[in-house]
């Protein structure tokens, strides 16, 4: 019982966090859905889009090579001090450009997206802030492999976020900033629960926390005979960071941006404009829940890669996207068959879109998922360029369709499945190519992998 509960345990609980923050961005929209006006909605809609393109598209590249950085430091026997201590550094600094920046563009951004409403604004930027202080927490977690803690972030995430939003919709007087303010907070209070998990000693989940492999990989404590950190640490991680922003926030774009931009060239039809970004929503719900999965496979593929054990990481990859296949196929299917109604259901929208559309949409989710499995692949492999190059080539097409003339919805799903698809093929060759005749690393600098 107790080696199952080892096993099976944090996946477990990480389905169960996952499953909190879904149904929390679900019940988000849906309630909004069905008490707010249709412009106030459509608002609501692309500040939620917002959100999980500036906060998760910044900060996730930081939990990304937080993870990364601390399991290739626990494989090679170092103390983890110094590279918490660089990620709190970069979470920092980042944060403060972020946020000026949001500010310099708050008044176009406010007219064009969010219906005049500077209370949406504010709620922007404290969703950038929670994102920060939780993603950070969340590569700390995932690199000590602690995926309990991990997932007691995602359930206080998800909690904080959806129960206030049902007292506001049974309060009679429904309110868009309301929403949206403590949609943001919820952030904090999943970031709170994964900073008193860091504090309990003991906390440890899976196998791999149990039964160390080599002489320091399960400690984090320094030691005469782990050094503090190798030389130019600091700056591997600033520089992988760098890659993994920008092409976290393309990847976020590509996944998110295409309601916000066919809101204002659907002109005054606002409720096709929230039909289509509810649509959009539904169609991106598996993807959402999807992105945490990464915290499990990034640190696994990372030390298989320090290791040279290449054969691991092509075999981790393969499960991961048979499962991927398993689950994406009859989802699409779904969508085809009964998106529409669920859109006009679930999210109370006027306007019934085609089973095409949403299926269609449904279809892309799915290249996008293919795309969140082989990225932590190429990271673990040190390919940080190559995940910004993917990503930044998707997102050029990807704007340049939906600039195009003609019907604004068929330019929005073609624009998305142009995009998956082309994200999905590069990522391939580059991983097929690094796989390829990769030498087994040696020395204690191979947990630093080369950007």
């Known amino acids: ?45 692309n500040f939620y889009l917002m959100v999980n393109i500036i906060g998760p598209g910044l ?58 409403t500077w209370g949406l604004v504010f709620a922007v930027l404290l969703s950038v802030a929670t994102s920060a202080a939780v993603y950070l927490v969340r590569g700390v977690l995932g690199g000590t492999q602690r995926f309990n803690g991990y997932a007691a ?26 929403y949206a303010l403590f949609f943001a907070a919820g952030s904090g209070v999943g970031a709170l629960a994964g900073l008193l998990w860091l504090r309990r000693p003991s906390a440890t989940s899976g196998p791999s926390a149990t039964k160390p492999t080599g002489t320091a990989a399960a400690t984090t404590e320094t030691t005469p005979d782990v050094p503090e950190a190798l030389p130019g640490a600091g700056r591997e991680m600033a520089r992988g960071f760098a890659f993994l922003v920008g092409g976290t926030v393309l990847m976020l774009v590509v996944m998110n941006v295409a309601p916000i ?9 606002a409720a096709t404009a929230a039909a289509f970004g509810s649509a959009f929503v539904l169609a991106r719900i598996p993807l959402f829940l999807f992105a945490p999965v990464q915290a499990m496979l990034l640190p696994a593929l990372t030390r298989a890669a320090t290791r040279g054990e290449y054969g691991e ?19 699409v299917a779904a969508s085809f068959l009964v998106g529409p109604w669920a859109v006009q259901v679930v999210f109370g929208a006027d306007v019934r879109l085609s089973g095409t559309v949403v299926g269609l949409l449904g279809l892309s989710t799915i290249g996008l998922m293919v795309g969140q499995v082989l990225q932590p692949g190429l990271i673990a492999l040190g390919r940080h360029r190559s995940v910004t190059g993917a990503w930044l080539l998707s997102a050029v097409v990807l704007v340049g369709l939906l600039a195009l003339p003609g019907d604004p919805i068929r330019a929005g799903v073609t624009a998305q499945l142009a995009g998956a698809a082309l994200v999905v093929v590069i990522m391939l060759v580059t991983l097929s190519r690094a796989l390829g005749n ?5 020395g204690t600098s191979a947990g630093v992998a080369a950007v």
Request: net charge positive; charged share 10%; hydrophobic share 55%.
């Open 59 to 116: 900060f996730s590249a930081l939990e990304q090579e937080t993870s990364r950085s601390v399991s290739a430091g626990l494989a090679g026997g170092r103390a983890l001090g110094p590279i918490v201590g660089h990620a709190w550094k970069l979470a920092a600094g980042l944060l403060a450009a972020v946020l000026v920046v949001l500010l310099a563009v708050s008044g176009p951004l406010t007219d064009a997206a969010l219906a005049g």
């Open 1 to 45: 019982m107790v080696s199952l509960r080892q096993r099976f345990g944090p996946a477990l609980y990480m389905g169960g966090g996952l499953a909190l923050v879904g149904a929390a961005g679900f019940g988000f929209v849906s309630l909004a859905g069905h008490t707010l006006p249709a412009v106030e909605f459509a608002a609501i809609t």
């Open 261 to 269: 931009v066919i809101t204002p060239r659907l002109g005054g039809d």
């Open 313 to 331: 990481v092509r075999a981790t990859l393969r499960k991961i996207l048979v499962a991927v296949a398993a689950i994406g196929i009859p989802g």
């Open 438 to 442: 990769r030498p087994a690393p040696t």
């Open 153 to 178: 972030t995602l359930g206080a995430e998800g909690l904080a976020r959806i129960l206030p939003c049902v007292v506001i919709a049974l309060s009679g007087v429904p309110n868009a900033v309301g």
